[in-house]
């Protein structure tokens, strides 16, 4: 757990499904507290965890879910940033620095040799913020949604 003076650090945990929710759908991924209860236990075995920046009155400032796998084609597990996203009032605070700095920390110690954090094209200023942070773009990711 890291803190300073504006917030503190923590992994989320299911009584945070509320606020979690909150900010996804922030992100422009709506979802309900009820939806991430059900997921949480499948979610956190496939190997994800996720790290909150709580403000000093206990609200949620900031969200960062990560992911560790291991890919046939690197010799070291692969960290993936899946979502970042901090609340509209907490943004140019350092909320999302802190965030990005505690998952490089969590996959360095997991032994990653690769971090990757995906943003949608659109997300101009998310672009910015990563390579103001040292991320470079490195590729495209294309997607499809699948119907059953």
Known sequence: MATDQLMTLRDAEPADAPELARLLTLLGHPTDAASITTKWSAWREAGNTAIVAVGANGSLLGLATLHTMIVLHRTKPLGRITA????EPA???????????AAEQRFVRAGCGLLEVTSNLRRADAHAFYEHLEYERSSYRFSKVLTT
């Open 84 to 87: 970042l996203v901090v609340d």
């Open 91 to 101: 943004r140019g605070r350092g909320v999302g620095r802190a965030l990005v700095a």
